[in-house]
């Protein structure tokens, strides 16, 4: 497909999503893709450049939100202790600048395999497992909460079930589901600031492959409901599974909420809005018309409101692809990128006729359920 290629190879990398744009950050290069026509790659001014760093958007719609680059390995000589940086570095959205932790601590010095998202009620960043150089691959529940606020301090939980290279999301405002991390973990854990570690009830139907060649991503409901997607990407085309990880809950809010989250994707990439409430009982059914045709490894997966991208871990000349949550469909990219509709290369078919987005589709779409009949909330 026709897609922009980037002013330097995305390599081991992380990202996030900003009002419609895709910003990825590696050891060599800061670069953002705005998610439109005609868009093309941005090289942004650099911090320190770190190799296997997480990437975590926080303070959203507030004059701080930012991008945290939470730990990575680093060979720039000034990047030490000594001289401040202890490995959690921040870009400011709208000031455009860098500004480096001076943490009490260096906790995310040199930190890889780790997983790190952003809790909104208390304003700080948890970080889950993870290893220092020079190893590797030792799986670790090490977690640290860190206050994005001068004097930035830290605090050590105490965790069970050591993990490698989990995949750690946002859950609600103050909680942070943890994924993955090995390949017979089936469980779904949760950290809530106030009530601790649980267990979700909620397991999935077999363990994730390796972190950078299989991801998820959180779809809320308009109903409450919330359901965890897979995105296996050691298969080809790409394989993506519904787990049901939060019941309905209703109540007038609840789709309020779940539209307030979507405004900033609307524009260029999500379908048309549908008088159709998105709900448990009718989700809509899998289009995997434009699934990625290959395997990928080594790539990374932001997700804002309905959009997954996913950038990197295989051929160059394809560097993003897209996926529209809401209505379980993966976006065409060349008329995303230039407009024009028709395609260019599949991966999945060899028509050539194109799948409209603002067409939902009439089929529900089979979501795995839960496991256990436990309560599940946010």
Same mark, same amino acid.
């Given at each position: 497909?026709? %897609?922009?290629?980037?002013?330097?190879?995305?390599?081991?990398?992380?990202?996030?999503?900003?009002?419609?744009?895709?910003?990825?950050?590696?050891? @060599?290069?800061?670069?953002?893709?705005?998610?439109?026509?005609?868009?093309?790659?941005?090289?942004?001014?650099?911090? %320190?450049?770190?190799?296997? !760093?997480?990437?975590?958007?926080?303070?959203?719609?507030?004059?701080?939100?930012?991008?945290?680059?939470?730990?990575?390995?680093?060979?720039?000589?000034?990047?030490?202790?000594?001289?401040?940086?202890?490995?959690?570095?921040?870009?400011?959205?709208?000031?455009?600048?860098?500004?480096?932790?001076?943490? *009490? %601590?260096?906790?995310?010095?040199?930190?890889?395999?780790?997983?790190?998202?952003?809790?909104?009620?208390?304003?700080?960043?948890?970080?889950?497992?993870?290893?220092?150089?020079?190893? @590797?691959?030792?799986?670790?529940?090490?977690?640290?909460?860190?206050?994005?606020? !001068?004097?930035?301090?830290?605090?050590?939980?105490?965790?069970?079930?050591?993990?490698?290279? *989990?995949?750690?999301?946002?859950?609600?405002?103050?909680?942070?589901?943890?994924?993955?991390?090995?390949?017979?973990?089936?469980?779904?854990?949760?950290?809530?600031?106030?009530?601790?570690?649980?267990?979700?009830?909620?397991?999935?139907?077999?363990?994730?492959?390796?972190?950078?060649?299989?991801?998820?991503?959180?779809?809320?409901?308009?109903?409450?409901?919330?359901?965890?997607?897979?995105?296996?990407?050691?298969?080809?085309?790409?394989?993506?599974?519904?787990?049901?990880?939060?019941?309905?809950?209703?109540?007038?809010?609840?789709?309020?909420?779940?539209?307030?989250?979507?405004?900033?994707?609307?524009?260029?990439?999500?379908?048309?809005?549908?008088?159709?409430?998105?709900?448990?009982?009718?989700?809509?059914?899998?289009?995997?018309?434009?699934?990625?045709?290959?395997?990928?490894?080594?790539?990374?997966?932001?997700?804002?409101?309905?959009?997954?991208?996913?950038?990197?871990?295989?051929?160059?000349?394809?560097?993003?692809?897209?996926?529209?949550?809401?209505?379980?469909?993966?976006?065409?990219?060349?008329?995303?990128?230039?407009?024009?509709?028709?395609?260019?290369?599949?991966?999945?078919?060899?028509?050539?006729? %194109?799948?409209?987005?603002?067409? *939902?589709?009439?089929?529900?779409?089979?979501?795995?359920?839960?496991?256990? @009949?436990?309560?599940?909330?946010?």
């Amino acid at each position: 497909m026709s %897609v922009p290629l980037p002013e330097k190879p995305l390599g081991n990398h992380c990202s996030v999503i900003f009002n419609e744009t895709l910003y990825t950050y590696s050891a @060599t290069a800061f670069q953002s893709l705005r998610l439109a026509k005609d868009a093309k790659w941005q090289a942004l001014p650099s911090g %320190v450049g770190t190799s296997g !760093a997480q990437c975590v958007h926080a303070h959203r719609n507030t004059p701080q939100e930012a991008l945290y680059v939470v730990g990575g390995t680093t060979s720039d000589p000034s990047a030490v202790p000594e001289a401040g940086f202890g490995g959690v570095q921040r870009w400011s959205f709208i000031d455009k600048k860098w500004e480096t932790l001076a943490l *009490p %601590v260096p906790v995310a010095l040199n930190l890889t395999n780790h997983g790190a998202t952003y809790l909104e009620t208390s304003q700080q960043l948890i970080i889950f497992s993870g290893t220092k150089w020079p190893d @590797t691959s030792t799986p670790s529940a090490n977690t640290y909460l860190i206050r994005t606020s !001068a004097p930035f301090e830290i605090t050590s939980i105490p965790a069970a079930d050591p993990l490698l290279a *989990p995949l750690v999301l946002p859950w609600g405002g103050s909680g942070a589901l943890v994924v993955g991390g090995d390949l017979a973990n089936t469980n779904l854990k949760v950290f809530d600031i106030d009530g601790g570690w649980k267990n979700l009830g909620v397991k999935l139907e077999k363990g994730l492959a390796a972190r950078g060649k299989a991801a998820v991503s959180l779809m809320d409901g308009d109903d409450g409901s919330r359901v965890l997607l897979v995105f296996d990407m050691t298969t080809a085309p790409t394989t993506v599974t519904l787990t049901k990880v939060k019941e309905p809950t209703g109540g007038p809010g609840s789709k309020r909420r779940r539209q307030e989250s979507s405004i900033q994707t609307q524009t260029s990439l999500a379908p048309a809005p549908s008088t159709t409430s998105l709900t448990q009982e009718n989700w809509p059914a899998y289009n995997g018309s434009f699934a990625p045709g290959s395997t990928r490894d080594g790539f990374s997966l932001a997700y804002e409101g309905d959009m997954v991208v996913i950038s990197g871990g295989g051929d160059a000349r394809d560097p993003v692809v897209v996926f529209n949550a809401r209505s379980n469909t993966w976006v065409n990219t060349t008329e995303l990128f230039t407009g024009r509709e028709f395609i260019t290369e599949s991966g999945s078919t060899s028509s050539q006729t %194109v799948t409209r987005l603002d067409r *939902p589709t009439s089929e529900a779409s089979p979501i795995v359920a839960p496991t256990s @009949t436990e309560s599940i909330t946010a």
